[in-house]
Structure formats: C-alpha cells, structure tokens
C-alpha cells in the first residue's frame, strides 16, 4: 500500500485552529483505511502533550504510544493552508501552512517523520508544497520523502 496517494491531499483548506487542522489530517487517514478513528483523538492528546510544530511553517501531527495498535497500515496525508493556523500560542504565534498526518506500523513513523523533517528543512521545498495548485505537485516534490 502506498504511504502517500493523491486522495490523500486536500489542497486549499481553510482551518482556523490547530485542532481543526489536525482532525482534517486524522480524517484524510481514516477515509484512506490506515488508521481506526479513535486514532484522531491521540494524535489531538499528543499535540496537548507536545506540539507537533516543526518550524518552517510545518507541522506533523501523529498518534501516542497508545495508539499503535489502531494503525492498519502506514500512511500519510498532506492538508494545505494557505491561509496558515497558528500552532502555538497568541503570545508566541507558530504558524503553519502544510499539515502532514502521519500513521507507521513499528517503527515506520519515525522514517517517515524523520524524511518529511529533512525534506522540510530547506523552506524553498516548503515554498513548494505550500504555492502547489494540484495534488501532482505535491506528490511529485514528495516523491522519495516517503
């Protein structure tokens, strides 16, 4: 099964909080079957527990210790706001323009996490993700992050 498909972005959304960002990210992997739907309130537990805000207008909500057993198959969705959602505080704004949901099997989230990390390091990739107009824009500057 592939970790990345184009069903799996949704380009253009509009979310005005962190956790709408992270239910839309939860939701895009449970309609793709990786994950169950509980899975969704432990990746919401663990950005309560430590964000999941990676600098570079990124953030990459995932599951807790808990929640491995409600992962079918690694997976990954992609949410792209434009608009930005501010993943920390009003005092200390982190604003967040791509969202990636992430589900591994064992230790396949941490490749995962680890590749998008990396890969979004160089903000001019991030600039990618963030002005693409089509899913096969994304896919296509992913390809080989998964």
Same mark, same amino acid.
């Given at each position: 099964?592939?970790?990345?498909?184009?069903?799996?972005?949704?380009?253009?959304?509009?979310?005005?909080?962190?956790?709408?960002?992270?239910?839309?990210?939860?939701?895009?992997?449970?309609?793709?079957?990786?994950?169950?739907?509980?899975?969704?309130?432990?990746?919401?537990?663990?950005?309560?527990?430590?964000?999941?805000?990676?600098?570079?207008?990124?953030?990459?909500?995932?599951?807790?210790?808990?929640?491995?057993?409600?992962?079918?198959?690694?997976?990954?969705?992609?949410?792209?706001?434009?608009?930005?959602?501010?993943?920390?505080?009003?005092?200390?704004?982190?604003?967040?323009?791509?969202?990636?949901?992430?589900?591994?099997?064992?230790?396949?989230?941490?490749?995962?996490?680890?590749?998008?990390?990396?890969?979004?390091?160089?903000?001019?990739?991030?600039?990618?993700? &963030?002005?693409?107009?089509?899913?096969?824009?994304?896919?296509? &500057?992913?390809?080989?992050?998964?």
């Amino acid at each position: 099964m592939e970790i990345l498909k184009k069903e799996n972005i949704r380009l253009n959304q509009a979310v005005l909080t962190k956790e709408e960002a992270i239910r839309r990210a939860g939701e895009v992997l449970v309609e793709a079957g990786y994950v169950e739907e509980k899975y969704i309130e432990e990746m919401l537990q663990r950005e309560e527990n430590l964000t999941t805000y990676m600098g570079n207008f990124i953030a990459i909500p995932h599951g807790t210790e808990n929640s491995k057993d409600m992962i079918n198959h690694s997976g990954l969705s992609v949410i792209q706001i434009p608009g930005g959602v501010n993943f920390g505080t009003e005092k200390d704004e982190k604003i967040v323009t791509v969202v990636f949901g992430i589900a591994g099997i064992g230790n396949e989230h941490l490749d995962i996490l680890s590749n998008i990390a990396i890969y979004c390091s160089e903000i001019e990739n991030v600039v990618k993700l &963030a002005d693409a107009t089509t899913e096969e824009e994304i896919l296509a &500057a992913l390809e080989g992050v998964e």
